[in-house]
């Protein structure tokens, strides 16, 4: 007997085929295969000069229009695929290299046809954006923004406040003598992106300019000219009739926050209107329900709640906040806006009830934790600012900074006011973009940052008052899995993890994110595999939970119901904010009586069947845990 290595069995050899039998071969697929690659050789090279003729004639906008070339890859394919099926003409690679041609025929090639002709619409969306009126001709910028070296005394159509586009007609700023002295400025407030600008004549007149400079600065003390590609100072075309509108491009975009007109030359006399394009992004209102707050260092007593409260103090309302003592210094206004922003502004007003009331001059203090507090001065100070207040109770008066700030809170202290202190107040600024810092997040994707009431707290589970690292993960800011905890019934029939928020607060809402879904499983795979049933969310002043008066200190729950208990992102909703420092997350599991309740529908013919399982289920109850993943709790208020 042959116990030695086995004989391997004779297979014939394939066939080896030449280019030239390839070709001439009349089998039906070799000769389809042939045609594609002749066809694909001429639309390699089609492909490739066109896109070679787009990008040299686009090559100023290749890399702007997000044009990425796909046209070019395509065809390098192509041409590599063709060589291959004429190297390797047998077997089965031509036939893998047939398929991939198809596949490219029927998915890159569409692409790049619909990127080549969609590229302008992107273009124009994107560059859109930051290409808009400033507010010279719909009054956004104030009045008080716009001054000039001079103006016309004597008439007041002539005055610098009607250098606007679009104003009423033979109203225009016109200086006082005809110099090339003038000039006009627009102060932006805030840092701004300028792109263009819009010239007009005085109409009705014979009075327009014909020529000017352009200079800039973002401080008021150091200025800068517009050049021209040679260094020189740029100097600008103006109008050739006082009715028609001229639009201009400056050569390079500018960043700035004041801006002059030098009047050149003119006809007849030196009359001008103007609009700014471009954009602003630093000069938002920040300071918006709900998510900003208002407290303060005194308040009028509660019999008087109806106003004065630090929540009167939007701008938007038409009371306002009112210290409980008239003349005592150390009174103060303090705005919380939920997540640190670029602060570049200030608002005030007075009291809306009350005609006669409001602050005329005060200080600022700006801080990030309420902790450590920095005082707002100008660079060429040395004690803090003291920024002039109203003149009355319903005009908005607003002070744009030198010296922009970053911070969470900010504190307004009254120094002097009218007949009684009493004020209402906002914040002009960036409002955040992107990611939030450690310690606040988005109640939605496109809301703005709110703090995490629980960020950072003392955590314990089921009432075992010992620091754990795994539990703090869940108050740790970080929400991917190898950070989440995973919690069962192993000890406990309703495992439970309370939060301690350090003081009282009103919470409106939690949210909990979990490890995963599990939404794609049946019902039957929820019963066999998690037995949890539902999640409880607690808020109370106590550090336990009263079991008689659960229903008061309930924020809200959710059930397995269409499997909404096995959601990554779980969304407790309080019926009405509940007022509590200690937050408590119970889980529970499936309860003998929903079996028992299953049972009254089953059919007669079934019995003894159910109450085989019904043993069975009572009998391993105890080893069947139910377990819950959670990742980070969130709460806001």
Known sequence: MYYGRPMRPHYPMPQQLTPQEFIWRRSWPYLITFIIAILMAILTLLIFALEVAQLGANSSTFYTTGTTGAGIWCAVFFGAATVL?????????????????????????????????????????????????????????????????????????????????????????????????????????????????????????????????????????????????????????????????????????????????????????????????????????????PYSTFSASSTLPIRHKATCQPRDAYLHTDKGWCARFKQVQDNWLQIDISHPARITGLITKGRGDHQDQWVTKYSIAFSNDTRLWIYYNDPQRTEPKKFHGNYDSNVERIHYLNQPFTARYVRFFPHEWNKRLAMRAGLIGCPHKGACCLGYFRVHRQTSCVENLAYGKRVWLNYLHERSYDLAKLVDGYDIPPRCLQIDNSFTNEPTITIDLNKQHQVAGVIIKGLETFSHLSQSDYMSIFNLDRIYVYVTREVYVDLHDSSSSLCSFVTRLNYSVYSQRLHFICSKPVQGRYLHVKATGIRLSTITAATTELPLATNYSYQHYYRHTQATRQKNLFKANFCEVYVYN
Request: with cysteine; glycine share 6%.
């Open 85 to 289: 099926i004429f190297i390797f003409p047998s077997g089965k690679k031509h036939v893998m290299v047939t398929r991939i041609y198809i596949l490219f025929i029927v998915i890159v090639i569409p692409m790049d046809f619909v990127q080549m002709t969609t590229t302008g619409e992107k273009c124009l969306i994107s560059t859109g954006s930051c290409s808009v009126p400033l507010g010279l001709s719909t009054y956004e910028i104030k009045d008080w923004q716009i001054t000039a070296s001079s103006s016309e005394d004597e008439d007041s159509d002539l005055q610098v406040q009607n250098a606007r586009i679009y104003i009423e007609h033979k109203k225009a700023w016109c200086p006082r003598k005809n110099t090339i002295n003038n000039w006009i400025q627009i102060d932006l407030g805030t840092p701004t992106k300028i792109h263009g600008f819009i010239t007009q004549g005085r109409s009705g007149t014979s009075e327009w300019v014909t020529s000017f400079l352009i200079s800039y600065s973002t401080d008021y003390y150091h200025w800068q000219h517009v050049t021209d590609s040679y260094g020189n100072q740029n100097v600008f075309m103006g109008n050739v009739d006082s009715i028609s509108i001229r639009h201009q491009y400056i050569p390079y975009p500018l960043e700035t926050r004041f801006i002059r007109f030098h009047i050149l030359k003119w006809n007849i006399k030196p009359c001008l209107r103007l609009e700014l394009i471009g954009c602003q992004e630093c000069n938002k209102l920040l300071v918006y329900y």
